[in-house]
């Protein structure tokens, strides 16, 4: 399902809770293909990870050592908006 979503262009963010896709699934694997291709390079698709915050040790080192953005969960609206804010501007 999230392959052929993907596969209609129409997306530009796409908000993933890691902890439903996990660090090692496919679903992860694309997102992170998609999120790390530049825009110079035809990348437009910005990818956002929701971490469960009593879970956040086993998915922040992967997350950061990736470069890939997140934000713990919960969150402040204020922090999660300033966030979309970063990924529309790159």
Known sequence: MLLAELKTGEWS?????VALTGLDGPAFVTLRELATVPAADGGRVRVLYLVPELSSGQYIVQL???RLPYV???????????????????
């Open 64 to 66: 950061e050592a990736a």
């Open 13 to 17: 963010l796409v908000i993933a809770n």
């Open 72 to 90: 713990l969960r919960p969150y402040h609206l204020h922090d999660f908006l300033e966030k979309v804010s970063d990924l529309s501007l790159k």
